[in-house]
Protein backbone atom coordinates (compact mmCIF):
# COMPACT_ATOMS: atom_id res chain seq x y z
CA UNK A 1 0.00 0.00 0.00
CA UNK A 2 1.35 3.39 -0.95
CA UNK A 3 1.56 6.34 1.54
CA UNK A 4 1.37 9.95 0.80
CA UNK A 5 4.62 11.29 1.30
CA UNK A 6 4.45 15.24 1.95
CA UNK A 7 7.63 17.21 1.89
CA UNK A 8 7.90 20.29 2.99
CA UNK A 9 10.75 23.04 3.23
CA UNK A 10 11.60 25.93 4.83
CA UNK A 11 10.78 29.30 2.69
CA UNK A 12 13.65 31.50 2.14
CA UNK A 13 13.85 35.36 2.96
CA UNK A 14 14.36 36.93 -0.21
CA UNK A 15 16.38 39.68 1.28
CA UNK A 16 19.46 38.26 0.14
CA UNK A 17 20.90 35.91 -2.81
CA UNK A 18 20.66 31.83 -2.08
CA UNK A 19 23.56 30.72 -0.51
CA UNK A 20 24.90 27.27 0.14
CA UNK A 21 22.42 26.68 3.44
CA UNK A 22 19.63 27.20 1.36
CA UNK A 23 20.57 25.17 -1.51
CA UNK A 24 21.73 21.90 1.02
CA UNK A 25 18.17 22.48 2.70
CA UNK A 26 16.31 22.06 -1.01
CA UNK A 27 18.38 19.36 -2.01
CA UNK A 28 17.95 17.50 0.93
CA UNK A 29 14.38 17.32 0.51
CA UNK A 30 14.84 16.88 -3.28
CA UNK A 31 16.54 13.53 -2.57
CA UNK A 32 13.81 12.72 0.41
CA UNK A 33 11.12 13.14 -2.37
CA UNK A 34 12.72 11.30 -5.18
CA UNK A 35 13.57 8.51 -2.88
CA UNK A 36 9.96 8.15 -1.90
CA UNK A 37 8.84 8.59 -5.22
CA UNK A 38 11.49 5.53 -6.03
CA UNK A 39 9.54 3.95 -3.21
CA UNK A 40 6.55 4.24 -5.33
CA UNK A 41 4.75 6.81 -2.45
CA UNK A 42 3.00 9.69 -3.55
CA UNK A 43 4.72 12.79 -2.85
CA UNK A 44 3.97 15.81 -2.98
CA UNK A 45 7.14 18.32 -2.20
CA UNK A 46 6.21 22.07 -1.66
CA UNK A 47 8.31 24.51 -0.99
CA UNK A 48 8.37 28.18 -2.36
CA UNK A 49 9.39 31.74 -1.37
CA UNK A 50 8.44 33.66 2.03
CA UNK A 51 7.97 37.18 0.22
CA UNK A 52 6.75 39.45 2.91
CA UNK A 53 7.87 41.25 5.82
CA UNK A 54 9.58 44.34 7.14
CA UNK A 55 13.29 42.71 6.10
CA UNK A 56 11.80 42.57 2.67
CA UNK A 57 10.65 46.20 2.95
CA UNK A 58 13.70 47.83 4.04
CA UNK A 59 16.11 46.11 1.45
CA UNK A 60 13.39 47.06 -1.61
CA UNK A 61 13.43 50.70 -0.07
CA UNK A 62 17.61 50.60 -0.10
CA UNK A 63 17.72 49.45 -3.69
CA UNK A 64 14.95 52.22 -4.10
CA UNK A 65 12.55 49.44 -5.91
CA UNK A 66 8.94 48.39 -4.78
CA UNK A 67 8.29 45.27 -2.45
CA UNK A 68 6.76 43.54 -5.09
CA UNK A 69 9.33 44.08 -7.67
CA UNK A 70 11.99 43.60 -5.25
CA UNK A 71 10.41 39.98 -4.73
CA UNK A 72 9.98 39.27 -8.31
CA UNK A 73 13.47 39.82 -9.06
CA UNK A 74 14.59 37.56 -6.05
CA UNK A 75 12.19 34.72 -6.60
CA UNK A 76 13.63 34.30 -10.14
CA UNK A 77 17.04 33.88 -8.88
CA UNK A 78 15.97 31.29 -6.37
CA UNK A 79 13.84 29.40 -8.93
CA UNK A 80 16.73 29.33 -11.73
CA UNK A 81 18.93 28.10 -8.71
CA UNK A 82 16.55 24.89 -8.11
CA UNK A 83 16.08 24.43 -12.08
CA UNK A 84 19.81 24.44 -11.68
CA UNK A 85 20.17 22.27 -9.66
CA UNK A 86 17.41 19.50 -10.64
CA UNK A 87 15.58 20.22 -7.27
CA UNK A 88 12.06 18.94 -8.50
CA UNK A 89 9.44 20.03 -6.39
CA UNK A 90 5.07 19.52 -7.39
CA UNK A 91 4.17 22.91 -5.96
CA UNK A 92 6.01 25.89 -5.71
CA UNK A 93 4.54 28.81 -3.02
CA UNK A 94 5.05 32.42 -3.18
CA UNK A 95 3.48 33.70 -0.14
CA UNK A 96 2.33 36.85 -2.53
CA UNK A 97 -0.15 34.63 -4.41
CA UNK A 98 -3.85 35.43 -4.00
CA UNK A 99 -4.84 31.92 -3.04
CA UNK A 100 -2.40 32.06 -0.03
CA UNK A 101 -3.92 35.46 1.19
CA UNK A 102 -7.65 34.22 1.12
CA UNK A 103 -6.09 31.21 3.31
CA UNK A 104 -4.25 33.84 5.68
CA UNK A 105 -7.28 36.02 6.02
CA UNK A 106 -10.09 32.71 6.41
CA UNK A 107 -7.03 31.23 9.02
CA UNK A 108 -7.01 34.63 11.03
CA UNK A 109 -10.84 35.85 10.62
CA UNK A 110 -11.82 32.13 12.17
CA UNK A 111 -9.44 32.13 15.13
CA UNK A 112 -10.45 35.89 15.73
CA UNK A 113 -14.35 35.02 15.77
CA UNK A 114 -13.70 31.88 17.86
CA UNK A 115 -11.85 34.61 20.60
CA UNK A 116 -8.40 33.44 20.15
CA UNK A 117 -7.07 37.08 19.02
CA UNK A 118 -7.76 39.81 20.94
CA UNK A 119 -6.09 43.61 20.84
CA UNK A 120 -3.70 44.66 23.58
CA UNK A 121 -1.21 47.42 24.19
CA UNK A 122 2.24 46.70 24.16
CA UNK A 123 5.95 48.78 25.23
CA UNK A 124 9.49 47.60 25.45
CA UNK A 125 12.00 46.86 23.13
CA UNK A 126 11.52 45.51 19.68
CA UNK A 127 14.42 43.56 17.47
CA UNK A 128 14.33 44.97 13.66
CA UNK A 129 15.67 41.98 12.45
CA UNK A 130 13.51 39.13 14.40
CA UNK A 131 10.76 41.62 14.14
CA UNK A 132 9.50 40.85 17.57
CA UNK A 133 9.40 42.56 20.89
CA UNK A 134 12.05 41.60 23.19
CA UNK A 135 11.75 40.82 26.84
CA UNK A 136 14.61 40.29 29.59
CA UNK A 137 14.98 36.81 29.00
CA UNK A 138 16.40 37.59 25.24
CA UNK A 139 19.01 40.31 27.13
CA UNK A 140 22.95 38.72 27.10
CA UNK A 141 25.02 38.18 30.68
CA UNK A 142 26.03 41.84 30.06
CA UNK A 143 22.62 42.72 30.01
CA UNK A 144 22.70 43.85 26.44
CA UNK A 145 20.40 42.40 23.80
CA UNK A 146 23.43 40.20 21.25
CA UNK A 147 23.66 40.49 17.50
CA UNK A 148 21.88 37.94 17.12
CA UNK A 149 18.62 40.69 17.49
CA UNK A 150 20.15 43.09 15.08
CA UNK A 151 18.84 46.37 15.40
CA UNK A 152 16.97 46.77 18.86
CA UNK A 153 14.86 49.95 19.55
CA UNK A 154 11.79 51.30 21.90
CA UNK A 155 8.41 51.31 20.96
CA UNK A 156 5.28 51.27 22.15
CA UNK A 157 2.00 49.65 19.90
CA UNK A 158 -1.29 48.78 20.09
CA UNK A 159 -1.49 45.03 18.57
CA UNK A 160 -3.22 42.04 18.18
CA UNK A 161 -2.86 38.52 20.00
CA UNK A 162 -2.81 35.19 19.66
CA UNK A 163 -3.64 33.13 22.63
CA UNK A 164 -0.50 30.98 22.32
CA UNK A 165 -0.06 30.39 25.96
CA UNK A 166 -3.59 28.75 26.41
CA UNK A 167 -2.52 26.03 24.60
CA UNK A 168 0.91 25.33 25.99
CA UNK A 169 -0.02 22.84 28.12
CA UNK A 170 -1.57 20.52 24.94
CA UNK A 171 1.58 20.92 23.16
CA UNK A 172 3.63 19.65 26.03
CA UNK A 173 1.30 16.72 26.46
CA UNK A 174 1.54 16.28 22.82
CA UNK A 175 5.29 15.93 22.57
CA UNK A 176 5.08 13.43 25.56
CA UNK A 177 2.44 11.28 24.00
CA UNK A 178 4.69 11.41 20.22
CA UNK A 179 8.35 11.12 20.48
CA UNK A 180 9.10 11.17 17.26
CA UNK A 181 7.54 14.69 17.02
CA UNK A 182 10.93 16.22 15.93
CA UNK A 183 13.53 14.12 14.46
CA UNK A 184 16.27 13.93 15.46
CA UNK A 185 15.75 13.25 19.32
CA UNK A 186 17.43 16.11 21.25
CA UNK A 187 15.71 18.61 19.19
CA UNK A 188 12.29 17.28 20.47
CA UNK A 189 14.14 17.27 24.29
CA UNK A 190 14.80 21.20 23.69
CA UNK A 191 11.69 22.00 22.03
CA UNK A 192 10.04 20.18 24.95
CA UNK A 193 12.62 22.78 27.34
CA UNK A 194 11.22 25.46 25.59
CA UNK A 195 8.29 25.15 25.63
CA UNK A 196 7.83 24.69 29.75
CA UNK A 197 9.95 27.91 29.59
CA UNK A 198 6.63 29.90 27.46
CA UNK A 199 5.20 32.64 28.94
CA UNK A 200 2.80 35.31 27.18
CA UNK A 201 1.24 35.37 23.52
CA UNK A 202 2.29 36.17 20.41
CA UNK A 203 1.49 38.99 18.84
CA UNK A 204 0.44 38.02 14.97
CA UNK A 205 0.00 42.01 14.16
CA UNK A 206 2.03 44.80 12.89
CA UNK A 207 0.79 48.88 12.22
CA UNK A 208 0.26 49.78 8.88
CA UNK A 209 2.08 52.94 9.72
CA UNK A 210 5.66 51.07 10.16
CA UNK A 211 4.88 47.70 7.60
CA UNK A 212 2.65 47.60 4.66
CA UNK A 213 4.48 44.86 2.57
CA UNK A 214 2.06 42.05 4.26
CA UNK A 215 -1.35 40.53 4.04
CA UNK A 216 -4.49 42.83 5.79
CA UNK A 217 -6.19 41.57 8.68
CA UNK A 218 -9.58 40.84 7.51
CA UNK A 219 -10.86 42.79 10.76
CA UNK A 220 -8.66 45.50 11.02
CA UNK A 221 -7.38 47.77 7.86
CA UNK A 222 -4.63 49.36 9.84
CA UNK A 223 -2.30 46.19 10.45
CA UNK A 224 -1.09 43.54 8.69
CA UNK A 225 -0.35 39.76 9.23
CA UNK A 226 3.08 39.09 11.22
CA UNK A 227 5.28 37.62 8.60
CA UNK A 228 6.24 34.41 10.71
CA UNK A 229 1.97 33.79 10.81
CA UNK A 230 1.98 34.40 7.35
CA UNK A 231 4.62 32.26 6.40
CA UNK A 232 4.24 29.34 7.72
CA UNK A 233 0.17 28.96 7.03
CA UNK A 234 2.19 28.08 3.37
CA UNK A 235 2.27 25.00 3.84
CA UNK A 236 -1.31 24.73 4.27
CA UNK A 237 -2.34 27.09 1.95
CA UNK A 238 -0.54 25.42 -0.99
CA UNK A 239 -1.70 22.13 -0.14
CA UNK A 240 -5.54 22.67 -0.94
CA UNK A 241 -6.54 23.99 3.05
CA UNK A 242 -10.02 25.86 2.90
CA UNK A 243 -9.97 27.95 6.17
CA UNK A 244 -13.63 28.00 6.41
CA UNK A 245 -14.00 24.63 7.43
CA UNK A 246 -12.91 23.96 11.20
CA UNK A 247 -12.77 20.44 10.97
CA UNK A 248 -10.16 18.31 9.67
CA UNK A 249 -12.49 15.83 8.36
CA UNK A 250 -14.82 18.56 6.92
CA UNK A 251 -11.06 19.57 4.83
CA UNK A 252 -10.96 18.64 0.74
CA UNK A 253 -9.77 15.04 0.15
CA UNK A 254 -6.62 16.42 -1.93
CA UNK A 255 -5.86 18.50 1.36
CA UNK A 256 -6.82 15.12 3.83
CA UNK A 257 -4.81 12.93 1.25
CA UNK A 258 -1.38 15.24 1.53
CA UNK A 259 -1.50 15.31 5.21
CA UNK A 260 0.87 15.40 7.84
CA UNK A 261 3.42 16.54 6.38
CA UNK A 262 7.20 15.66 6.86
CA UNK A 263 8.52 19.37 6.95
CA UNK A 264 12.33 19.77 6.82
CA UNK A 265 13.42 22.49 8.64
CA UNK A 266 16.91 23.91 9.92
CA UNK A 267 17.75 23.91 13.12
CA UNK A 268 17.34 27.89 13.38
CA UNK A 269 13.66 27.75 12.96
CA UNK A 270 12.82 25.03 15.44
CA UNK A 271 11.89 27.42 18.28
CA UNK A 272 9.84 29.23 18.20
CA UNK A 273 8.28 29.66 14.77
CA UNK A 274 7.77 25.82 13.63
CA UNK A 275 7.76 23.62 17.17
CA UNK A 276 5.65 26.46 18.86
CA UNK A 277 4.25 28.76 16.72
CA UNK A 278 2.91 26.38 13.93
CA UNK A 279 1.86 23.15 16.35
CA UNK A 280 -0.26 25.84 18.52
CA UNK A 281 -1.54 27.38 15.18
CA UNK A 282 -2.50 23.95 13.76
CA UNK A 283 -3.87 23.02 17.07
CA UNK A 284 -6.05 25.89 17.39
CA UNK A 285 -7.22 25.44 13.83
CA UNK A 286 -8.66 21.97 14.46
CA UNK A 287 -6.28 19.71 13.39
CA UNK A 288 -5.97 16.21 15.36
CA UNK A 289 -3.27 14.94 17.01
CA UNK A 290 -2.18 12.56 14.49
CA UNK A 291 -2.30 15.54 11.76
CA UNK A 292 0.39 17.05 13.48
CA UNK A 293 3.44 17.41 10.71
CA UNK A 294 6.39 15.71 12.00
CA UNK A 295 9.72 18.61 12.06
CA UNK A 296 13.12 16.71 10.25
CA UNK A 297 15.61 19.26 11.65
CA UNK A 298 18.89 19.72 9.63
CA UNK A 299 22.28 21.24 11.15
CA UNK A 300 24.13 23.86 9.47
CA UNK A 301 26.94 24.30 7.09
CA UNK A 302 29.79 26.42 9.01
CA UNK A 303 32.71 27.41 7.20
CA UNK A 304 36.24 26.54 9.42
CA UNK A 305 33.45 26.12 12.35
CA UNK A 306 32.03 29.50 11.98
CA UNK A 307 28.70 30.45 10.83
CA UNK A 308 27.98 31.55 7.20
CA UNK A 309 26.73 35.16 7.37
CA UNK A 310 26.29 38.00 4.68
CA UNK A 311 28.06 40.22 7.25
CA UNK A 312 31.13 37.94 7.49
CA UNK A 313 31.67 37.80 4.04
CA UNK A 314 31.78 34.06 3.74
CA UNK A 315 29.20 33.11 1.53
CA UNK A 316 29.49 30.54 -0.99
CA UNK A 317 27.41 30.66 -3.99
CA UNK A 318 25.86 27.56 -5.07
CA UNK A 319 24.96 28.68 -8.33
CA UNK A 320 29.18 29.34 -9.09
CA UNK A 321 29.78 25.76 -7.81
CA UNK A 322 27.29 24.03 -9.87
CA UNK A 323 28.35 25.81 -12.73
CA UNK A 324 31.82 24.86 -11.90
CA UNK A 325 31.46 21.14 -11.08
CA UNK A 326 28.09 19.97 -12.57
CA UNK A 327 24.69 19.85 -10.41
CA UNK A 328 25.58 16.17 -9.24
CA UNK A 329 28.62 16.82 -8.10
CA UNK A 330 27.48 19.92 -5.73
CA UNK A 331 24.42 17.61 -5.10
CA UNK A 332 26.65 14.74 -3.97
CA UNK A 333 28.91 16.37 -1.75
CA UNK A 334 25.56 18.36 -0.41
CA UNK A 335 24.04 14.95 1.05
CA UNK A 336 27.53 12.97 1.29
CA UNK A 337 29.54 14.92 3.38
CA UNK A 338 27.19 15.69 6.38
CA UNK A 339 24.89 13.39 8.49
CA UNK A 340 21.48 14.74 8.53
CA UNK A 341 20.58 16.65 11.52
CA UNK A 342 24.29 17.45 12.61
CA UNK A 343 26.20 20.57 10.86
CA UNK A 344 29.51 19.92 8.61
CA UNK A 345 31.98 22.36 7.52
CA UNK A 346 31.98 23.48 4.37
CA UNK A 347 35.12 22.79 2.10
CA UNK A 348 35.42 22.86 -1.50
CA UNK A 349 38.45 20.89 -1.36
CA UNK A 350 36.35 18.12 0.30
CA UNK A 351 33.90 18.38 -2.78
CA UNK A 352 36.46 17.70 -4.82
CA UNK A 353 37.96 14.78 -2.95
CA UNK A 354 34.87 13.17 -2.55
CA UNK A 355 33.63 13.76 -6.22
CA UNK A 356 37.38 11.84 -7.26
CA UNK A 357 37.39 9.43 -4.91
CA UNK A 358 33.85 8.36 -4.52
CA UNK A 359 32.04 8.64 -8.28
CA UNK A 360 35.15 9.07 -10.36
CA UNK A 361 37.53 6.43 -9.00
CA UNK A 362 34.73 4.09 -7.70
CA UNK A 363 31.65 4.38 -9.38
CA UNK A 364 32.64 6.07 -12.72
CA UNK A 365 35.73 3.87 -13.43
CA UNK A 366 33.30 0.52 -12.14
CA UNK A 367 31.42 1.25 -14.68
CA UNK A 368 33.78 2.00 -17.55
CA UNK A 369 35.03 -1.49 -16.61
CA UNK A 370 32.18 -3.38 -17.07
CA UNK A 371 30.79 -1.86 -20.11
CA UNK A 372 34.55 -1.84 -22.04
CA UNK A 373 35.32 -5.20 -21.25
CA UNK A 374 31.60 -6.67 -22.39
CA UNK A 375 32.33 -4.35 -25.41
CA UNK A 376 35.77 -6.06 -25.83
CA UNK A 377 35.21 -9.70 -24.66
CA UNK A 378 31.55 -10.22 -25.75
CA UNK A 379 31.00 -7.55 -27.98
CA UNK A 380 28.29 -6.46 -25.62
CA UNK A 381 26.41 -9.22 -25.03
CA UNK A 382 25.78 -10.40 -21.51
CA UNK A 383 24.97 -14.31 -20.54
CA UNK A 384 23.44 -15.13 -17.36
CA UNK A 385 25.40 -17.34 -15.54
CA UNK A 386 26.27 -18.21 -11.29
CA UNK A 387 25.94 -14.97 -9.93
CA UNK A 388 29.20 -14.04 -7.69
CA UNK A 389 28.10 -10.95 -5.96
CA UNK A 390 24.13 -11.46 -5.83
CA UNK A 391 24.36 -11.75 -1.99
CA UNK A 392 26.94 -8.97 -1.64
CA UNK A 393 24.23 -6.86 -3.23
CA UNK A 394 21.06 -8.23 -1.20
CA UNK A 395 22.93 -6.64 1.43
CA UNK A 396 23.53 -3.46 0.79
CA UNK A 397 19.95 -3.05 -0.85
CA UNK A 398 17.80 -3.09 2.69
CA UNK A 399 20.24 -1.30 4.66
CA UNK A 400 20.32 1.65 1.89
CA UNK A 401 16.55 1.82 2.55
CA UNK A 402 16.72 1.87 6.21
CA UNK A 403 19.55 4.43 6.31
CA UNK A 404 17.02 6.44 3.83
CA UNK A 405 13.74 5.60 5.68
CA UNK A 406 15.57 7.80 8.46
CA UNK A 407 16.82 10.45 5.90
CA UNK A 408 20.13 9.52 6.96
CA UNK A 409 21.40 10.19 3.07
CA UNK A 410 24.80 10.31 3.79
CA UNK A 411 24.67 6.41 5.66
CA UNK A 412 22.36 5.39 2.79
CA UNK A 413 24.84 6.71 -0.09
CA UNK A 414 27.71 4.76 2.05
CA UNK A 415 25.99 1.50 1.06
CA UNK A 416 25.86 2.14 -2.79
CA UNK A 417 29.42 2.79 -2.57
CA UNK A 418 30.18 -0.33 -0.57
CA UNK A 419 28.87 -2.17 -3.26
CA UNK A 420 31.14 -0.36 -5.83
CA UNK A 421 34.25 -0.60 -4.34
CA UNK A 422 33.61 -4.20 -3.90
CA UNK A 423 32.92 -4.72 -7.56
CA UNK A 424 36.17 -3.29 -8.09
CA UNK A 425 37.79 -5.30 -5.69
CA UNK A 426 36.21 -8.16 -7.73
CA UNK A 427 37.52 -7.19 -10.35
CA UNK A 428 41.30 -6.86 -9.34
CA UNK A 429 41.20 -10.05 -7.85
CA UNK A 430 39.91 -12.41 -10.37
CA UNK A 431 41.78 -10.41 -13.35
CA UNK A 432 38.86 -10.94 -16.16
CA UNK A 433 41.52 -9.58 -18.21
CA UNK A 434 44.04 -13.45 -17.55
CA UNK A 435 40.82 -15.35 -17.63
CA UNK A 436 40.12 -13.37 -21.37
CA UNK A 437 42.95 -14.99 -22.31
CA UNK A 438 42.31 -18.33 -22.14
CA UNK A 439 39.01 -19.03 -23.52
CA UNK A 440 39.78 -22.04 -24.59
CA UNK A 441 38.74 -23.74 -21.00
CA UNK A 442 35.60 -23.91 -20.27
CA UNK A 443 35.31 -22.79 -16.99
CA UNK A 444 37.28 -19.36 -17.71
CA UNK A 445 34.23 -18.60 -20.48
CA UNK A 446 31.81 -19.54 -17.64
CA UNK A 447 33.93 -17.07 -15.54
CA UNK A 448 34.13 -14.35 -17.22
CA UNK A 449 30.94 -14.20 -17.93
CA UNK A 450 29.52 -14.60 -14.92
CA UNK A 451 31.94 -11.98 -14.15
CA UNK A 452 30.55 -9.19 -16.66
CA UNK A 453 26.66 -9.93 -15.79
CA UNK A 454 27.41 -9.56 -11.95
CA UNK A 455 29.18 -5.59 -12.82
CA UNK A 456 26.60 -5.17 -15.15
CA UNK A 457 23.93 -5.91 -12.83
CA UNK A 458 25.60 -3.95 -9.64
CA UNK A 459 25.76 -1.28 -11.76
CA UNK A 460 22.43 -1.33 -12.29
CA UNK A 461 21.55 -1.87 -8.75
CA UNK A 462 24.09 1.38 -7.78
CA UNK A 463 22.21 3.61 -10.07
CA UNK A 464 18.65 2.54 -9.17
CA UNK A 465 20.27 3.64 -5.12
CA UNK A 466 22.09 6.86 -6.25
CA UNK A 467 18.99 8.32 -8.07
CA UNK A 468 17.38 10.21 -5.93
CA UNK A 469 21.06 11.83 -5.20
CA UNK A 470 22.73 12.31 -9.15
CA UNK A 471 19.80 11.82 -11.01
CA UNK A 472 22.09 12.97 -14.12
CA UNK A 473 24.67 10.80 -13.49
CA UNK A 474 21.82 7.40 -12.76
CA UNK A 475 20.49 8.07 -16.23
CA UNK A 476 24.09 7.81 -17.72
CA UNK A 477 24.01 4.68 -15.43
CA UNK A 478 21.42 3.08 -17.38
CA UNK A 479 22.48 4.66 -20.82
CA UNK A 480 25.43 2.80 -21.20
CA UNK A 481 23.95 -0.46 -19.96
CA UNK A 482 21.26 0.10 -22.22
CA UNK A 483 18.18 0.09 -19.83
CA UNK A 484 15.05 1.14 -20.03
CA UNK A 485 15.60 3.75 -22.90
CA UNK A 486 11.76 3.59 -23.39
CA UNK A 487 11.82 5.81 -20.48
CA UNK A 488 15.12 6.96 -21.22
CA UNK A 489 14.06 10.79 -19.86
CA UNK A 490 11.74 9.63 -17.62
CA UNK A 491 11.80 9.04 -13.64
CA UNK A 492 9.67 6.06 -13.46
CA UNK A 493 13.26 4.77 -15.22
CA UNK A 494 14.29 4.15 -11.45
CA UNK A 495 11.88 1.97 -9.01
CA UNK A 496 13.52 0.50 -5.58
CA UNK A 497 11.82 -2.55 -6.44
CA UNK A 498 13.41 -3.42 -8.90
CA UNK A 499 17.37 -2.87 -7.34
CA UNK A 500 16.54 -6.82 -6.86
CA UNK A 501 19.17 -9.39 -8.53
CA UNK A 502 18.66 -10.39 -11.56
CA UNK A 503 16.92 -7.96 -13.72
CA UNK A 504 19.20 -7.32 -17.15
CA UNK A 505 17.79 -10.46 -18.90
CA UNK A 506 20.11 -13.73 -20.36
CA UNK A 507 21.48 -11.76 -24.04
CA UNK A 508 21.14 -8.35 -22.85
CA UNK A 509 23.37 -5.96 -25.05
CA UNK A 510 25.14 -2.91 -23.37
CA UNK A 511 25.86 0.05 -24.87
CA UNK A 512 29.03 2.10 -25.80
CA UNK A 513 30.91 3.37 -23.08
CA UNK A 514 31.15 7.49 -22.16
CA UNK A 515 33.43 8.33 -19.24
CA UNK A 516 30.76 9.21 -16.95
CA UNK A 517 32.28 10.67 -13.91
CA UNK A 518 35.55 12.80 -15.40
CA UNK A 519 38.11 13.46 -12.88
CA UNK A 520 38.49 16.89 -11.65
CA UNK A 521 41.83 17.98 -11.92
CA UNK A 522 42.72 20.76 -9.61
CA UNK A 523 46.06 22.81 -9.06
CA UNK A 524 47.77 20.28 -7.21
CA UNK A 525 46.77 17.39 -8.24
CA UNK A 526 48.16 16.68 -10.62
N1 LIG B 1 11.79 32.42 5.56
C1 LIG B 1 12.12 31.66 6.72
C2 LIG B 1 11.44 30.33 6.69
C3 LIG B 1 9.95 30.39 6.65
S1 LIG B 1 9.26 28.82 6.87
C4 LIG B 1 7.63 29.04 6.70
C5 LIG B 1 13.62 31.44 6.81
N2 LIG B 1 14.35 31.77 5.74
S2 LIG B 1 15.94 31.70 5.66
O1 LIG B 1 16.30 32.09 4.33
O2 LIG B 1 16.52 32.45 6.72
O3 LIG B 1 16.34 30.22 5.88
C6 LIG B 1 15.79 29.22 5.06
C7 LIG B 1 16.28 27.88 5.49
O4 LIG B 1 17.66 27.76 5.19
C8 LIG B 1 16.12 27.61 7.00
O5 LIG B 1 15.60 26.31 7.24
C9 LIG B 1 17.55 27.70 7.50
O6 LIG B 1 17.79 26.87 8.61
C10 LIG B 1 18.32 27.20 6.30
N3 LIG B 1 19.70 27.66 6.36
C11 LIG B 1 20.15 28.94 6.41
N4 LIG B 1 21.51 28.93 6.51
C12 LIG B 1 21.95 27.64 6.54
C13 LIG B 1 23.21 27.01 6.58
N5 LIG B 1 24.34 27.69 6.65
N6 LIG B 1 23.23 25.66 6.50
C14 LIG B 1 22.08 24.90 6.36
N7 LIG B 1 20.89 25.47 6.33
C15 LIG B 1 20.79 26.83 6.49
O7 LIG B 1 14.09 30.98 7.83
Not at 49 to 73: L, M, W
Not at 290 to 308: D, R, Y
Request: hydrophobic letters at 40%; a neutral charge.
Amino acid sequence: MSRTFFITTAIDYTNSAPHIGHAYEKVLADVMARYHRLKGEKVFFLTGVDQHGQKVQQSAAKEGVAPAEFVRNLTERFVDLWKKLDVRYDEWAETVSPKHKEVVQGILGRLHKEGQIYKDKQSGFYSVRQEQFLTDKERGPDGKYGPEWGQVEEREEENYYFKLNQHKNWLLKYLDAHKDAVVPDFRQTELRNAVERLSGDLCISRPKSRLDWGIELPFDKNFVTYVWFDALTNYISFSGYDPSQSTFNAQPSTFRDRWPALQIIGKDILIPAHGVYWLIMLHALGFPDEQMPQLLVHGWWNLAGSKISKSAGNVIDPNALADKYGADALRYYLMSDIATGSDSDFSEERLVGRYNTDLANSVGNLLNRAVNMAQKYREGVLSRGDAPLSRIAAEHVPAFGQAADRSQISVALQEAFSLSQKCNIFVETVKPWSLAKKQSEPLNVEALNAMLYALAESLRIIAILISPVVPKAAHGIFDQLNWKMDMSSKEERFSLAHAEWGGLPDGHVVGKPVPLFPRIETAGSG
